[in-house]
């Protein structure tokens, strides 16, 4: 293969690689990721998570400044079988743990474009929900975990700017158990409890930060 | 029959239920004959024979943060109650009975839940939030009946939570100074009716003769005292 059709555009594979091992070096030297894990992403991931882990679909997450604990962990998961998604499942056979870090660590250190909101209609009412939750049902606010500005930590993913239909896929997965590799099993108790009003709302608050 | 199909529809409700939201565990309580006030068992020992560190405290109370705040001081509308400050036994003693059922409270469990917290997370939350600063902003009553609610502390609660509200560590009695308003009142509320599965016998027989108005009186009071 010496490109591919993406969205209209012919690209070509090491046009790409050397795009990203561009945007590495604006960033400096990161340690913990290598050229190899820029070209892995180049290669392979851009498909779908776009350049830089940019993915410019809604239903694919963006990957870039997510943080590389929730990446690996997420990536060992998928290879593991404890996560599970149709459209990963064929890629599974292209990386392997060995890989991991070195990804994970490369799109941690890519910069994340601003998020999309759809209907600015619901920010208000996500915003309440993201802070203080649901009194009367048990919803907890989002930021006890996540952090304030949806940026998260070592230990809870980055939701800020992320795609709204796919923050609310995740919430729905989680609810219905599709989704069950959260820790302690602490979302799935969590998205159990939200409508999917609330959801929705939620999911274009947080796609709204940065 | 129809009292069976009632009784078959129920058990089919219950075992169908789905979602991955456990249900908190039932045990014996106030309301059971040879209770005993926070009898010890295995994992209440653990997290008080345990070393707590508050820096480990201060991440795991991060699954907390969303109801209790991120500084702990609850909501002054009394649905979460404020944590900061409180004794670490306290606090030890009400996050182990909730998640063995002794206190019931549903929303809360799936967070304190064994796959959610380790008893030796639960020592280190309690002295992470015993060092907690406590601000005076607590949710406070009306203020219209201080005067019956400063009778009925001297007479009946100073011997236990102390004359500035400051409970007693050693014998778990909670701090109620800095406490919401609002938390007071209901937690005192559960308590007389009952409610409150976990309670001391005492507290209970104590608060027993007052009457709602009365309690709104010393709770309003309580929530004044300089924490």
């Known amino acids: 293969m010496s490109g591919c059709d993406f969205w209209g555009t012919n690209v070509k594979r090491h046009q790409i690689t050397r795009a990203c091992l561009f945007i590495g070096a604006l960033f400096g030297a990161t340690p913990g990721w290598s050229a190899d894990a820029g070209e892995l992403a180049g290669s392979i991931c851009m498909a779908c998570h776009g350049e830089g882990g940019n993915s410019v679909v809604p239903n694919f997450p963006k990957l870039s400044g997510q943080h590389a604990t929730y990446l690996e962990k997420q990536l060992n998961e998928f290879l593991s079988g404890k996560r599970r998604n149709d459209v990963m499942a064929p890629i599974l056979d292209s990386f392997s743990k060995q890989d991991v870090p070195a990804l994970a660590a490369w799109y941690a250190a890519q910069k994340p474009t601003p998020g999309t909101v759809g209907d600015p209609g619901l920010l208000a009412a996500g915003k309440a929900i993201y802070e203080d939750g649901n009194v009367e049902t048990g919803v907890p606010g989002c930021m006890g975990c996540h952090q304030p500005r949806a940026q998260g930590n070592a230990r809870y993913p980055r939701l800020a700017g992320q795609h709204q239909a796919y923050t609310l896929q995740q919430m729905n997965d989680f609810k219905s158990g599709v989704r069950d590799n959260d820790k302690g099993k602490v979302m799935r108790a969590v998205a159990e409890r939200m409508t999917e009003q609330e959801m929705q709302a939620v999911a274009e608050y947080m796609a709204s930060l940065q | ?227």
């Open chain 2, 1 to 227: 029959m129809k009292k069976h199909l009632f009784i078959l529809s129920l058990l089919l409700a219950a075992a169908t239920q789905t979602g991955a939201e456990e249900n908190q565990p039932h045990a014996a309580g106030i309301e059971s004959d040879g209770y005993v006030w926070n009898a010890m068992y295995a994992e209440k020992l653990q997290a008080l024979s345990a070393r707590g560190d508050a820096l480990r405290g201060e991440i795991a109370f991060e699954i907390c943060q969303g109801c209790h705040r991120a500084t702990a001081l609850g909501r002054p509308d009394g649905s979460y109650p404020r944590l900061a400050g409180q004794h670490a036994t306290v606090l030890i003693k009400q996050m182990t009975d909730v998640r063995a059922g002794r206190r019931d409270n549903k929303k809360m469990f799936p967070f304190i839940d064994k796959h959610a917290v380790t008893p030796q997370e639960i020592a280190d939350i309690a002295v992470y939030l015993q060092a907690l600063p406590v601000p005076p902003d607590n949710g406070k009553g009306d203020g219209n009946n201080l005067a019956r609610g400063e009778e009925i502390y001297a007479r009946d609660c100073i011997v236990c939570h102390g004359n500035k509200g400051q409970g007693d560590s050693a014998r778990f009695y909670p701090r109620v100074s800095g406490q919401h308003y609002k938390y007071l009142l209901r937690e005192s509320i559960l308590i007389r009716n009952g409610d409150r599965r976990n309670a001391n016998p005492d507290m209970v027989s104590t608060i027993k003769p007052y009457d709602d108005k009365d309690l709104q009186a010393v709770a309003d009071y309580m929530s004044r005292f300089a924490p």
